[in-house]
């Protein structure tokens, strides 16, 4: 018996040193055990392995594309943090690009492209070219008011925050937009019978900016400055011009959660849509290894520490947990994670 | 202390090293970086364990598990970085952690006021206890430490550096201070780099070499070159390197350069193949200068001219695109990025150089730095181990590489050795002289007399943010350096 727990307590002492060398073992570790709970609860009353596949299959999708709008946020959200910054403002910046959105592609009588004589295709190419450039924008706005406005990011993203809601809430008083059919196909096209669109965008993005954080100029120059600025800005870095990217990058992305979200439910409620969001992309960061001191963050954490929080959720509600007390949960896991980084650090 | 012997890990930090400090007497406790010095002092001061051996305290075996017991036991450590808050006055400071209290917990400022002053008076210390720390000069930060530690009756001392971020008159402040606390019989253990303030100011002294007791007596008993022998166990060269000069045109001209707090009505001119050496003591505004040239400051007024044009700039990255490169003073704050690795700390610089479209090219960045690592010498395990995992000398070489990668006309080096042993040192100088030589302009700030001697053609010597004179050859001795940065003028030669 001694000996069995010695080799168990040799086991667990390999696997954190092999977390401290790349955390990323740890948070997929975390993640299998998630993986295989969730397995477990699903249960194998099924007629068939055909059939229990199928089932096990559709809930990992829905998992996934319930997740995959935040998902997406988060990554951006990873950058943000990693230069020791933070981004109150995205949930309001969604909202506001998705009446954006939808003033635009709206068919009934108001719908500023359907005035024009564009629909169909052209108006939503149109309509998500705009939605993105928009993103940039206030972004870039964002990022500026840090950078040159010397604004704390907690403060700039706090005013941003409130400013794009309460103006977003004002102009959509008593307007519902409707939005047509195939818009809704960016988010909706089925594949076998199952809609995977917001899933390949989340992970077509992760891979891009897996990319770029580790190959490119931008990516190595984010965690220079995250780590040292004033090392980054002596060594030749344009430190105002790398954060005000990553602001800009912020913005696009919440664009692009943003379409998807309105192509998935052709609706959005102003008051509520997206708040909280930004608290949920810092989770996810946060369980996924990224330091809130800046510096150190991968787009790879990220993204399991979205799936972490997503499958924990699936599973609160397999369970018959009250839905008041799910977020104390979400909240259980994030100073949890925080808490195992501080142990294998010292 | 007997027989201590420290290890961490594998690598044995202290050998069986055995030392008495007597009251009533400064010591000095000499080696280079790495020797075990600070290591041995931890000991004494609670914050590390010994392996073996013991310390004994008026002939007491005493075992401190942490600083608290220590101090406790009448062992004060004064560390390099003060241990002061700003924003309380002099005498809280005094009593932090172990205020005075009156009933129901009311903090009793009068009794602390009263107690600090007692000691101050003692001491012959003319301040008054209410002021802020915040607007105390260095020194007087130093000797409120040390007043703190007469507060809790030490017996011992432990200063670590202490005059390191201090000018000639606060220095000869802090001594006075240390000499009238050994005439009341506290033993002090004095750490220091500097051997003219261990000539002055100490009766004994230590030498560590490589976690080994190498050498100890009376200072009476030696002179400086001994002390540096002991130090190094080989003896110092001390005359100025030599290389093939190579002098051609004008890299770098500055004229009536000015910034309203730093520095004011700077001229200047450096050529290719130059070595400009620029020295002072703490406050003399060199570094903000030459960042102020490296475009990470802005200057009020006056001009700047590279190769004859005048440019301005207002960007690091704008200054490296115009071939200007600045190694900075402080590795641990300004050179490295402790969260990236060896080989993304000496390519960072040249990123946006060698980048297509944005996208890294790793293999050209692993090329140069395969090179760069011969050439400097520099020892590690692989290009992709944090960059805290090598030694001090390495980092420094890693940050010199990271410039060297980009060559730039006009290469500025901040403090390049500080905090860099011998060896390393040596290094570094010759790497600068190859440079020279190749026809990169140079120009080397340093607070090292030695340093600007041995390495550079000429110096500049600045004084209060002014140019205070200019040496060379002849001219350029410790004694003509000194006169000039403590604000005198040479005599016409």
Redesign the interface.
């Known amino acids: 018996m001694e000996t069995v727990r010695g080799t168990k307590k040799n086991l667990l002492h390999r696997l954190i040193q092999a977390r401290a060398a790349d955390s990323h073992v740890g948070i997929a570790l975390v993640l299998l055990l998630l993986v295989i709970v969730q397995t477990l609860v699903l249960g194998f009353d099924y007629g068939s392995f055909g059939q229990w596949f199928t089932a096990w299959f559709r809930n990992w999708v829905n998992i996934l594309r319930n997740n995959a709008g935040v998902g997406i946020v988060a990554l951006g959200m990873t950058f943000v943090i990693i230069t020791g910054g933070i981004d109150l403002a995205v949930g309001s910046t969604l909202v506001a690009t998705g009446a954006v959105i939808m003033t635009l592609i709206d068919t009934g009588a108001t719908g500023i492209l359907g005035q024009m004589g564009i629909a169909g295709a052209p108006a939503y190419a149109t309509a998500v070219v705009i939605a993105l450039v928009m993103g940039y924008v206030l972004g870039t706005g964002i990022g500026l008011l840090i950078t040159k406005g010397r604004i704390a990011p907690f403060i700039a993203t706090l005013g941003a925050m409130k400013i794009f809601r309460s103006v977003t809430q004002h102009f959509m008083q008593g307007y519902n937009p409707r939005v047509p059919r195939g818009f809704l196909q960016i988010s909706n096209l089925q594949m076998g019978g199952l809609m995977f669109m917001p899933i390949l965008y989340w992970v077509i993005i992760a891979l891009v900016l897996h990319y770029v954080s580790r190959r490119t100029t931008f990516g190595r120059q984010v965690i220079a400055v995250g780590s040292n600025e004033r090392a980054a800005q002596l060594s030749g870095v344009n430190v105002g011009r790398v954060k005000t990217r990553v602001y800009s990058l912020m913005g696009i992305l919440v664009a692009i959660a943003s379409i998807v979200q309105v192509a998935r439910i052709g609706s959005m409620d102003y008051a509520n849509a997206g708040s909280g969001m930004e608290m949920d992309a810092i989770a996810a960061a946060v369980v996924g290894g990224t330091s809130m001191a800046g510096g150190r963050g991968t787009i790879l954490g990220t993204f399991m520490g979205m799936l972490i929080i997503a499958v924990m959720n699936n599973l609160l509600n397999l369970f018959g947990v009250p839905p008041f007390l799910r977020e104390a949960f979400k909240g259980l896991i994030v100073v949890l994670a925080v808490l195992l980084q501080r142990k294998q650090m010292t | 202390m007997k027989n201590i012997t420290k290890s961490f890990g594998t690598n044995q930090v202290l050998k069986d090293v055995s030392i008495t400090i007597h009251d009533g007497e400064i010591c000095a406790l000499i080696g280079e970086n790495g020797a075990g010095k600070s290591t041995l002092m931890n000991i004494l001061g609670g914050v590390h364990q010994t392996d073996s051996g013991a310390i004994f305290l008026d002939g007491q075996r005493v075992h401190f598990a942490n600083p608290a017991q220590s101090l406790g036991a009448g062992i004060a450590f004064i560390h390099q970085e003060l241990n002061l808050i700003n924003d309380l006055p002099i005498y809280e400071n005094m009593f932090i952690g172990r205020e005075l209290k009156g009933r129901w917990g009311r903090l009793d400022l009068a009794a602390m006021e009263q107690a600090t002053q007692d000691i101050f008076d003692r001491m012959d210390i003319d301040i008054d206890p209410k002021t802020m720390v915040r607007d105390l000069d260095a020194s007087y930060k130093q000797i409120v430490e040390i007043c703190r530690a007469i507060l809790m009756d030490a017996s011992v001392i432990i200063m670590d550096e202490p005059t390191t971020s201090l000018t000639e008159p606060e220095i000869e402040r802090v001594f006075q201070m240390m000499r009238t606390l050994r005439d009341q019989g506290v033993g002090i253990i004095f750490i220091s780099h500097k051997l003219g303030e261990v000539m002055e100011i100490c009766q004994r002294y230590l030498v560590l070499r490589d976690g080994e007791l190498v050498a100890e007596g009376d200072v009476a008993d030696v002179t400086m070159d001994d002390i540096a022998r002991f130090m190094v166990g080989k003896a110092l060269i001390i005359d100025q390197l030599t290389r093939t000069k190579n002098i051609g045109e004008e890299v770098l001209r500055l004229e009536g350069f000015t910034h309203a707090k730093s520095f004011r009505g700077v001229d200047l001119t450096v050529r290719s193949g130059e070595i400009l050496g620029v020295t002072g003591l703490l406050g003399d505004g060199r570094s903000a200068l030459f960042?102020t040239v490296?475009g990470?400051d802005r200057n009020t007024s006056g001009n700047m001219f590279l190769s004859g044009k005048q440019v301005k700039i207002s960007?690091?990255?704008q200054?490296?695109?115009m071939g200007i490169g600045?190694l900075?003073r402080n590795r641990k704050?300004?050179?490295?990025?402790?969260?990236?690795n060896v080989l993304?700390n000496a390519s960072?610089?040249t990123?946006?150089l060698f980048?297509t479209r944005?996208?890294?090219d790793?293999d050209k960045h692993v090329e140069i730095f395969q090179t760069q690592r011969r050439e400097l010498d520099i020892t590690l395990q692989t290009l992709m181990d944090p960059i805290n995992t090598l030694s001090g000398g390495n980092q420094q070489k890693v940050v010199l590489a990271?410039w060297l990668a980009?060559n730039p006309k006009l290469l500025i080096l901040d403090n390049p050795t500080q905090g860099v042993d011998v060896g390393a040192k040596e290094e570094i100088y010759e790497a600068i002289l190859r440079l020279a030589a190749e026809g990169m302009a140079i120009v080397v700030l340093s607070s090292e007399a030695q340093e600007i001697i041995r390495l550079c053609d000429r110096a500049l010597v600045m004084y209060h943010g002014q140019i205070q004179g200019e040496v060379s050859g002849e001219t350029m001795t410790e004694q003509h350096i000194m006169r000039l940065a403590t604000g005198g003028i040479l005599d016409a030669v």
């Open positions: 960042q490296f990470a960007s690091t990255e200054a490296l695109q600045y900075p704050e300004n050179g490295i990025i402790k969260d990236m993304d960072i610089v990123w946006p980048a944005g996208v890294l790793t990271k980009a």
